[in-house]
């Protein structure tokens, strides 16, 4: 790079315009400082912006930037080979080794600042690196110093320093000197520290785990700060997209809610049971922040009711968002379609597509629009419906890409819509995570179920969520479940079980006796055999299957036709997995449900006379003969401790106010299902991963093992505050246990249609709207099962290297979906 040439950090390809390294530090510093002021940290966010791309100064780093560019001739004497110098020229390191050489060296107070800023500026291309390193190439080494005491040669610190524009390490040195960080970290730590004392005494595990997720959020901070400042200089019309917290109204969203509330006629005693549930969530918005309960049976209107609660409450409290976090992508597309059409209404146009976004795990930049694909990034908006995947992976999943939204939890109200659905192996980090959230970042929470699990009574030492003193948004749950009764639970279970065949017999007198049924099983295994039966004494409009091998498009087509026969009073059988029991709007005459842990029993109870209609429905519970679940762990423990109950209340059912599915049993339900499962709870970590046994709730807070093994090699304790293992954990770190692989299916002619668009399309990956329209075509398929397909030719990359699959149509099926044997001719065509 020539000597009179500012540094450069970032090249703009379409009118060959350079972003000169001091402004976007300068740019980076700015935005930083204002998401980390949500803490109180705004000084400590500015500084680690203005130094997280020093290193960039460096003669090497500029030579490989201008090389790359083709700035210099390759003749020329600074020109290098920048393809295989491609990432490893470090420019992360410098910054860091700046402020943990002027603060490290100082009193306790100090260091621990210095290695909260270090950390975020060594890790902003990574993600958090490890302290102490906990995996089987850097187990029980000092990460954080090594990097701290990086080579001037490889890390170039003396000579950035001498080079860098002056004002901006002024400006940082003025921080440095400047007290406010130093005392706002000391403040946060004390705080966290208070908060887990006296009569929250908890033990020192949650208390680092919670000063690691300070660490992250100042990280996150950074993160976004980082990509954003370089996304709006190398596209200049992604700046017009961004509202950066300039959103409609609180008031206006709620008259806009009111008044369609207004518009609804109760009709029903249930409507008004509903009406009554939405009044209290209304009044409830009143109450200060914390972590709150919405036990509400199902059908009991809790998607509206929860938004008129949030929508207030982050008003009373002038809070940022509302993020509804979800476990199924489905019940997003039902939820955030409903509340999209009332709050971005018709006679709004100019705030359509800026109140309401979704933002799906299965969803990756390039199957969003453009305005949606910036917005997705950092949930930009005030209104997001997300799922419990991505809330996850913004606290604990590798990289920068989950990490960067973090920040944006904060100054918000978070609903959980089915919280019961947390995978038992988060249960300590996700109860820590909220406590953070509640207690340093001044949001409110919300858990909202008919089967509240209690994450408040697991074990405090590891991580349980403290409620506020008054959390249930409800005055009188148990009369709520009275009111609400609507079906009758019989208790099927017989010696031996049930077999497909018995299960067919029993489903088909009941379509027969009360015009509708649905059967609800635990494998996709039993869902086609019990279909298969049934379907030979019924016509085909009689009869549904349902299952996750279908594609959304697939399924939500048969929903809309079972709706319409269940509405038009016409007889339909439906088979199901279990992905129709959670916030699926149906109303079956019947249910008969596989046994299954009692919250699961509960959900499909939901699904049995949903409107209240005199006439109680009918839940059968049946013990399926020979069900291999060894590989289901959640269905099988969940399973035993619901026959634990039931048995409990054949022995005494007014123990339990002759309501097996009411809040007593459940409360004894969760009691056993959390006793058994204690262990699972920490999120263990097996061998094969990391090399020794461990759990991430240990590798984000005391990391005892690496310390034991620092310790047997130096013969003292590590030297710095922070001794988590946050790369090696989060590298551990799956919401969901196997991941799976979309691909897309030639569904309809719709399906066949986009297949043949995909493969036409120039440039797939550009192609947002073939994308976008590409999610309700997609069945995620997992690894072996991919595999099989893969073998028998059954699926297709669209073009090379693009990652996106296509299935053959003979491998479709109109009733099952994806299957792994072709189908006849007569099936593919009509699916």
């Not at 004494?537 to 048969?558: F, G, N, V, W, Y």
Request: net charge neutral; aromatic share 8%.
């Amino acid at each position: 790079m020539k000597s009179n040439s500012p540094p450069i950090a970032h090249w703009r390809k379409s009118d060959q315009k350079p972003q000169y390294l001091e402004d976007h530090l300068r740019g980076v510093g700015k935005l930083a400082a204002r998401f980390a002021s949500k803490l109180g940290l705004e000084s400590a966010g500015e500084l680690i912006g203005l130094l997280h791309d020093l290193g960039k100064y460096s003669e090497e780093f500029q030579n490989y930037l201008s090389s790359a560019l083709g700035l210099v001739d390759s003749d020329e004497d600074d020109y290098v080979d920048s393809k295989r110098l491609k990432g490893k020229v470090d420019h992360s390191t410098a910054g860091a080794q700046y402020v943990w050489h002027e603060l490290g060296g100082k009193n306790q107070r100090e260091q621990i600042a210095a290695q909260v800023l270090a950390l975020c500026i060594a890790s902003h291309h990574s993600g958090l690196i490890d302290c102490l390193g906990a995996d089987t190439s850097n187990f029980g080494e000092d990460v954080f110093s090594k990097r701290m005491y990086k080579t001037q040669q490889k890390a170039h610190l003396d000579e950035v320093t001498a080079v860098a524009d002056a004002d901006i390490l002024a400006r940082a040195n003025q921080l440095l000197r400047d007290e406010s960080i130093n005392l706002s970290l000391d403040k946060l730590i004390k705080e966290i520290a208070a908060n887990n004392s006296g009569g929250n005494a908890t033990g020192p595990q949650v208390a680092l785990q919670k000063l690691g997720l300070a660490v992250r959020f100042l990280f996150s901070c950074l993160i976004d700060a980082d990509r954003i400042d370089t996304a709006d200089f190398e596209h200049r019309r992604t700046e017009h997209f961004r509202p950066t917290g300039e959103y409609v109204a609180w008031p206006v969203l709620i008259d806009r809610l009111e008044s369609y509330l207004n518009l609804l006629t109760p009709r029903q005693p249930i409507d008004r049971l509903r009406c009554d549930i939405s009044d209290h969530c209304k009044h409830a918005a009143e109450r200060a922040g914390g972590a709150y309960t919405l036990t509400v049976p199902t059908g009991g209107g809790k998607t509206l009711a929860s938004l008129r609660f949030a929508l207030r409450h982050a008003q009373k409290r002038k809070l940022d968002r509302i993020i509804y976090v979800i476990p199924f992508t489905s019940i997003i597309d039902q939820n955030a379609q409903v509340v999209r059409q009332i709050l971005e209404p018709t006679d709004a146009p100019a705030d359509h597509g800026k109140v309401v976004l979704e933002h799906h795990g299965s969803v990756t930049p390039e199957q969003q629009t453009w305005r949606e694909k910036i917005l997705c990034e950092n949930w930009d908006a005030p209104v997001v419906y997300t799922t419990m995947v991505q809330f996850l992976e913004s606290l604990f999943g590798a990289g920068t890409r989950g990490a960067r939204r973090m920040h944006q939890l904060a100054n918000t109200v978070l609903i959980f819509d089915e919280v019961q659905t947390l995978p038992i192996k988060c249960v300590h980090l996700f109860n820590n995570a909220i406590n953070f959230l509640v207690e340093q970042c001044n949001s409110t929470v919300v858990l909202c179920t008919a089967t509240q699990p209690l994450l408040h009574q697991v074990a405090k030492d590891k991580g349980a969520i403290r409620l506020a003193e008054q959390h249930e948004l409800m005055p009188n749950v148990q009369k709520l479940f009275d009111d609400l009764n609507r079906v009758n639970v019989q208790d099927g279970r017989k010696p031996g079980g049930w077999n497909h065949d018995e299960v067919a017999r029993l489903a088909l007198s009941e379509v027969q006796r009360a015009g509708s049924c649905l059967v609800i099983v635990n494998t996709k295994d039993a869902a086609r055999s019990v279909f298969q039966l049934c379907a030979k004494e019924l016509k085909d409009a009689d009869i549904c299957h349902l299952s996750t091998d279908m594609c959304p498009a697939h399924r939500k087509q048969e929903l809309a036709r079972v709706r319409l026969r269940l509405e038009g009073g016409k007889p339909i059988l439906c088979v199901s997995t279990q992905l129709i029991e959670a916030g699926v709007d149906v109303d079956f005459g019947v249910v008969v449900r596989f046994m299954a842990g009692l919250d699961s029993i509960a959900q499909a109870a939901g699904r049995c006379n949903r409107n209240g209609r005199p006439e109680l429905g009918i839940v059968h519970i049946v013990n399926p003969q020979n069900e291999r679940l060894a590989n289901l762990p959640d269905i099988l423990i969940g399973r035993n401790q619901a026959e634990r109950v039931l048995d409990d209340y054949a022995k005494d059912p007014a123990r339990y106010r002759k309501n097996l599915l009411g809040p007593e049993a459940l409360s004894d339900y969760y009691q056993y299902y959390f006793f058994d499962r204690q262990n699972d709870m920490s999120y263990p970590v097996a061998a094969n991963m990391i090399g020794h046994t461990d759990t991430l709730l240990n590798l984000l807070s005391l990391n005892a093992q690496a310390v034991g093994e620092y310790g047997q090699r130096k013969g003292v304790a590590p030297g710095v505050f922070f001794r988590q293992a946050f790369m090696t954990a989060a590298k551990a770190f799956k919401a969901i246990d196997a991941p799976t692989q979309g691909v897309v299916v030639p569904f309809g002619t719709e399906g066949k249609k986009l297949i043949a668009d995909l493969y036409a399309a120039f440039d797939v990956e550009q192609e947002f709207g073939l994308m976008r329209a590409a999610q309700q075509y997609t069945v995620n398929v997992f690894p072996h099962v991919l595999q099989k397909l893969k073998d028998a030719g059954a699926v297709h990359e669209v073009k090379p290297d693009t990652r996106i699959l296509c299935l053959k149509y003979e491998y479709y099926s109109r009733q099952f979906g994806l299957v792994i044997e072709p189908v006849s001719l007569m099936e593919t065509l009509n699916a």
